[in-house]
């Protein structure tokens, strides 16, 4: 298996614009995570899936942000319309369940100018 | 409200000595503890694990221990070595049931000098 992949590695956009994040989690997997990281909060879990339904959305921090699983195979976070305090690295990560761990993608890192 | 909490931002310590690195939590209903590493430009990749039944858990060079009374865990590595150097993640789970749901610590970043 080729891990968890997302697309894309980096990504600079002008204040305003909407940004796509998208992660492809381990095929099996039944739980998909969206975390951002920031130094002043580590890794932050923004949204969670089981069997591509939302659980917890409570670290999603405005409207702005959302997130999709429309399958197993795929998830998206959209930032619409996106703003400088949005820049950081985002991270998506999938878990056959709990007290397995997760294994990460290499993140996307975006860049809100 | 930061649940699990990481207070030293950096370590730097010499090869072959060893590295502490420390971790502290408010909510006793954590039940499984797991510490992350990672590397620039890549993501967390698993390290070690340690379950609320146990005190210690042991890999190789990695030992990570658990004060439950004092809700606080710590990750030793012997000996240190500069491919060590990385930021270092702890997170907690088992408050919202069997989710897999996990709380991770702002990180530490160690390095490790020749």
């Known amino acids: 298996d080729a891990g968890v992949i997302q697309s894309p590695r980096h990504e600079v956009t002008e204040m305003g614009q909407e940004v796509t994040l998208r992660c492809k989690p381990i095929?099996?997997?039944?739980?998909l995570f969206w975390y951002r990281q920031t130094m002043m909060r580590g890794l932050e879990l923004l949204i969670y899936f089981n069997n591509n339904v939302p659980i917890d959305d409570s670290g999603m921090p405005e409207d702005r942000f959302s997130a999709k699983m429309p399958n197993a195979s795929f998830s998206t976070l959209k930032i619409q319309p996106s703003e400088p305090r949005d820049s950081a690295v985002y991270f998506c990560?999938?878990?056959?369940?709990?007290?397995?761990?997760?294994?990460f993608g290499s993140g996307t890192r975006l860049t809100v100018v | 409200d930061q649940q699990v909490k990481q207070n030293s931002p950096s370590l730097s310590v010499q090869e072959g000595r060893i590295s502490i690195l420390n971790c502290d939590y408010t909510?006793?209903?954590?039940?499984?503890f797991l510490w992350y590493k990672k590397y620039p430009a890549e993501g967390p990749t698993f390290l070690i694990s340690?379950?609320?039944?146990?005190d210690k858990n042991e890999d190789g060079r990695f030992t990570v221990f658990l004060n439950k009374s004092a809700k606080h865990l710590s990750l030793h590595i012997v000996p240190s070595q500069p491919g060590d150097s990385a930021v270092y993640f702890c997170?907690?789970?088992?408050?919202?049931?069997?989710?897999?749901?996990?709380?991770f610590g702002q990180g530490t970043t160690l390095q490790v000098k020749p």
């Open positions: 990560a999938s878990s056959p369940g709990a007290h397995y761990g997760y294994t």
């Open positions: 340690i379950s609320s039944i146990k």
């Open positions: 997170a907690a789970s088992g408050v919202s049931g069997n989710t897999g749901k996990l709380i």
């Open positions: 909510n006793s209903m954590f039940d499984y």
């Open positions: 095929s099996g997997h039944d739980y």
